[in-house]
Nanobody, 126 residues
């Protein structure tokens, strides 16, 4: 069984940093593209960042470029999102997602990913 679990969320102040971690078990880790999404209640889910199977190709939403960094450790089956210079508008529930891939192509839409975590809350106070 594939299991996706996020950790590292919490409450921080604007300008602070936070790191989210996703642990995925039950599948060949380096055969999957990975991504972080986030969602605010009442609004559509948005893609935050994606990373290919080897970790050398990444994408970022315009809203987080220069502040967030995605990385993966295939030996430990973990995905991370380092968030720096956090803003109030970064407040959301963050989701880890994975999908099997046969190429280095990356997709930021949620339609592409078949495996999802339950999400973890990040709150940035003024």
């Amino acid at each position: 069984q594939v299991q996706v679990v996020e950790s590292g969320g919490g409450l921080v102040q604007a300008g602070d940093s936070l790191t989210l971690t996703c642990t995925i078990s039950g599948m060949p880790f380096d055969d999957y593209a990975l991504a972080w999404f986030r969602q605010v209640p009442g609004k559509e889910r948005e893609g935050v960042s994606t990373i290919n199977w080897s970790g050398d190709i990444t994408t970022y939403a315009d809203a987080v470029k220069g502040r967030f960094t995605i990385s993966r450790d295939n030996a430990r089956n973990t995905l991370s999102l380092q968030m720096d210079s956090l803003k109030v508008e970064d407040t959301a529930k963050y989701y880890c997602a994975a999908e099997r891939t046969t190429s280095d192509s990356l997709y930021s839409g949620g339609w592409y990913f078949g495996y999802w975590g339950r999400g973890i809350q990040v709150v940035v106070s003024p």
